[in-house]
């Protein structure tokens, strides 16, 4: 049986990326992403501090702008997977979009030092635009 504190313990020390989700699924890719195991569960960490620190941030201004298209009064610690991955993909489509007119990722940690060259700042950047791509963003459906 899977221990989940040991777990969380775990993912804690590994420096787990912030758009985790959007790298399993495949929706975006970042070169400094390392994919691991963590007991029978995958996880994505990241290679390089200072990056994860300016993702850490850019995720957070995505969900902090994004709560009224997500039909949230206040920011929760944990989101329900569907408006997790919202944010996560739809945000970082946003943003490519934004910059260079593309609707693919192609590097994560790429897009977020061009989002700074280009806007000086994350605090800057076009979240009206992005926040459009988070609304519209649809999760695949599974097969049955």
Same mark, same amino acid.
């Given at each position: ?12 020390? !590994?420096?787990? /990326? ?11 890719? /970042? ?14 960490? /990241? ?7 300016? /993702? ?67 605090? !800057? ?20």
């Amino acid at each position: 049986m899977l221990d989940e504190e040991a777990y969380r313990r775990a993912r804690d020390k !590994a420096g787990i /990326c912030p758009f985790e989700k959007a790298i399993l699924c495949g929706c975006c890719r /970042c070169s400094l992403a390392a994919k691991h195991n963590i007991a029978e569960r995958e996880a994505v960490s /990241c290679n390089f501090m200072p990056s994860l620190e300016l /993702c850490l941030k850019l995720h957070h201004l995505l969900r902090e702008k994004a709560l009224f298209s997500l039909k949230l009064t206040h920011l929760q610690e944990k989101l329900p997977h569907g408006k997790e991955m919202k944010i996560q993909c739809g945000g970082l489509v946003g943003l490519e979009k934004a910059i260079s007119g593309l609707e693919e990722v192609a590097d994560i940690s790429i897009l977020v030092s061009k989002a700074i060259h280009v806007f000086g700042e994350l605090e !800057a950047l076009p979240y009206s635009e992005i926040v459009q791509s988070v609304s519209s963003f649809a999760i695949r459906q599974r097969h049955q």
